[in-house]
């Protein structure tokens, strides 16, 4: 979040895309919260019924999403811990060079996913595995268990491919404007 002047007298730089971060903290922060409180109150894999499509369910994954990898040793525990790190280090340079307001989409989406990886990654850190207990179902046929930092990354992803839309389509505008002219 730099303020640092420009080269034109009087004039600030806009906020960078840092000051969005603090959506990654919030979601951080809920998404602890929430599982903090499920693994209190829930029994390990007991379903409790929300909506007639929806359960909370306790689970633990040590693999990723979809319990991808869940069946190994151990190391894939140290992988997805370097793949998060790596991740977050990259989305918050971007977000450094992105405008806050300008691209907000952009930004909000790379802070959406930021904040549900690294929610994740305490898990992973501090327990081994990650604490999932949303349960989605229809007639019999069940979503792999997930969290609020799950719901995170796959809305931040989502805002990221509409934002990748749009902008292609005011590139082809613009294109198009100059092929015009």
């Known amino acids: 979040m730099s303020t640092a002047s420009d080269s034109r007298p009087g004039r600030t730089r806009p906020p960078t895309g840092r000051i969005w971060l603090l959506l990654s903290l919030g979601i951080i922060a809920l998404d602890q919260l929430s599982k903090a409180w499920v693994v209190r109150h829930l029994s390990f894999h007991a379903a409790r019924p929300v909506l007639p499509v929806l359960d909370l369910t ?17 190391w894939q ?57 949303i349960s989605a179902h229809w007639h019999g046929h069940y979503f792999p268990a997930f969290n609020l930092a799950d719901s995170s ?29």
């Open 77 to 133: 525990r140290w992988l997805l811990t370097a793949l998060a790190l790596a991740v977050a280090v990259l989305i918050i340079g971007y977000l450094g060079r992105l405008e806050a307001r300008r691209q907000g989409l952009l930004c909000a989406a790379l802070a959406l996913i930021l904040g549900g990886a690294l929610g994740n990654l305490i898990d992973r850190l501090r327990l081994g595995y990650v604490v999932d207990f």
């Open 153 to 181: 990354i796959t809305i931040g992803a989502a805002l990221l491919l509409i934002d990748l839309w749009r902008e292609s389509r005011t590139a082809r505008a613009s294109q198009s404007r100059q092929e015009e002219n």
């Open 58 to 74: 306790l689970a633990f994954n040590t693999g990723a999403a979809f319990s991808f990898l869940a069946d190994q040793s151990g």
